[in-house]
């Protein structure tokens, strides 16, 4: 099923006056609510906003808002704290913010020179880390209770678009660069453990398969995804084509092994599952400009959230979600 009422089960959507949406992300403690990282401009210039948004029946609310100097380009719950988000920047800073305490930033980090594109903090129980990738080529790991960086991981020759802790194992992440090559890290040792050239352009997303240690998929500028098996890297698991513009952003379904969602600079929203023949499920079409940020909720099964530099936040179930797969 495709076109473009079919996304529009339950849609609520939340406009952010002014301001243009590069990351949603659906909090993991409280079911309705989700953090959107904004910028004016389209983030060439300006100030950027955090929202921390909440959902109910009659729709979506302002909870929170948060304004920084510059644009805000990625967003990260903590794992550990229901109030607690880390932002990025595009004045090369992360910055910690606390819903209880609506004046500001707890902490700002400032050492990446050039846009931080990326932050994610790590999911795997026993540790409190945050990763975040920059314009600089670098990536750097953070305890958010230590005010400078722990580590700096080096090997990129492009900018890095995407960080993302592996949800299996501990201390490892991965990365998507403008050099055309996912890489796999692991903070206990130094220098790249992988490197995967996943295609002929920038990878703009990647992100891990919830339920297979050893499975990731990436998005590129050349339209298409790539699942990628660690085991055997010299082919792709699967090749999905339909995007029509660069895929901005990836993520794996929580509930189902095989069934990811990508959004993209054609302003759509596409579901797709890898094992079925015919693996694109849907396209949603219900944003007028580039559609850059992506989440699917862990508590709220078939629910996502997207957000466009069109300044609409939405959240909705597709079809193709609505019923088990």
């Given at each position: 099923m495709s076109g473009a009422g079919a996304g529009a089960r339950r849609a609520q959507a939340f406009r952010l006056p002014g301001r243009h949406g590069y990351a949603v992300e659906f909090s993991p403690y409280l079911p309705g609510r989700l953090a959107c990282a904004a910028a004016q401009y389209y983030g060439i210039a300006g100030c950027g906003t955090l929202a921390v948004l909440e959902q109910n029946e009659a729709g979506?609310?302002?909870f929170r808002s948060f304004d920084w100097n510059d644009g805000l380009f990625d967003v990260t719950w903590s794992e550990n704290n229901e109030h607690v988000l880390v932002t990025s920047s595009g004045d090369g800073s992360l910055q910690i913010w606390d819903t209880a305490k609506p004046t500001g930033p707890l902490q700002v980090y400032k050492e990446h020179t050039q846009e931080v594109y990326s932050v994610d903090w790590s999911q795997t129980r026993g540790e409190q880390l945050v990763v975040s990738g920059s314009w600089d080529q670098t990536a750097k790991l953070w305890d958010p209770t230590v005010g400078r960086s722990l580590c700096t991981f080096k090997g990129h020759e492009g900018i890095i678009y995407s960080t993302i802790w592996s949800p299996h194992i501990p201390g490892c992440f991965a990365s998507a660069s403008?050099?055309?090559?996912l890489r796999i890290w692991d903070v206990k040792t130094p220098g790249v453990k992988v490197v995967i050239p996943g295609h002929e352009a920038e990878i703009l997303s990647c992100d891990w398969c919830k339920y297979d240690e050893n499975v990731l998929v990436t998005g590129a500028v050349d339209c298409s995804l790539k699942g990628w098996d660690l085991r055997n890297v010299r082919q792709?698991?699967?090749?999905?084509?339909g995007h029509t513009y660069a895929v901005r952003r990836v993520k794996f379904s929580p509930f189902h092994a095989t069934l990811l969602a990508s959004c993209s600079y054609d302003f759509t929203v596409r579901f797709w599952d890898f094992s079925k023949p015919n693996p694109l499920l849907e396209t949603v079409e219900h944003h007028t400009e580039f559609t850059c940020g992506l989440d699917l909720s862990?508590?709220?099964?078939g629910q996502v959230a997207d957000c466009a530099w069109d300044e609409l936040v939405k959240s909705y179930t597709p079809s193709c979600l609505?019923?088990?797969v």
């Amino acid at each position: 099923m495709s076109g473009a009422g079919a996304g529009a089960r339950r849609a609520q959507a939340f406009r952010l006056p002014g301001r243009h949406g590069y990351a949603v992300e659906f909090s993991p403690y409280l079911p309705g609510r989700l953090a959107c990282a904004a910028a004016q401009y389209y983030g060439i210039a300006g100030c950027g906003t955090l929202a921390v948004l909440e959902q109910n029946e009659a729709g979506i609310c302002l909870f929170r808002s948060f304004d920084w100097n510059d644009g805000l380009f990625d967003v990260t719950w903590s794992e550990n704290n229901e109030h607690v988000l880390v932002t990025s920047s595009g004045d090369g800073s992360l910055q910690i913010w606390d819903t209880a305490k609506p004046t500001g930033p707890l902490q700002v980090y400032k050492e990446h020179t050039q846009e931080v594109y990326s932050v994610d903090w790590s999911q795997t129980r026993g540790e409190q880390l945050v990763v975040s990738g920059s314009w600089d080529q670098t990536a750097k790991l953070w305890d958010p209770t230590v005010g400078r960086s722990l580590c700096t991981f080096k090997g990129h020759e492009g900018i890095i678009y995407s960080t993302i802790w592996s949800p299996h194992i501990p201390g490892c992440f991965a990365s998507a660069s403008g050099d055309q090559t996912l890489r796999i890290w692991d903070v206990k040792t130094p220098g790249v453990k992988v490197v995967i050239p996943g295609h002929e352009a920038e990878i703009l997303s990647c992100d891990w398969c919830k339920y297979d240690e050893n499975v990731l998929v990436t998005g590129a500028v050349d339209c298409s995804l790539k699942g990628w098996d660690l085991r055997n890297v010299r082919q792709p698991l699967f090749n999905l084509i339909g995007h029509t513009y660069a895929v901005r952003r990836v993520k794996f379904s929580p509930f189902h092994a095989t069934l990811l969602a990508s959004c993209s600079y054609d302003f759509t929203v596409r579901f797709w599952d890898f094992s079925k023949p015919n693996p694109l499920l849907e396209t949603v079409e219900h944003h007028t400009e580039f559609t850059c940020g992506l989440d699917l909720s862990l508590h709220n099964h078939g629910q996502v959230a997207d957000c466009a530099w069109d300044e609409l936040v939405k959240s909705y179930t597709p079809s193709c979600l609505a019923a088990p797969v």
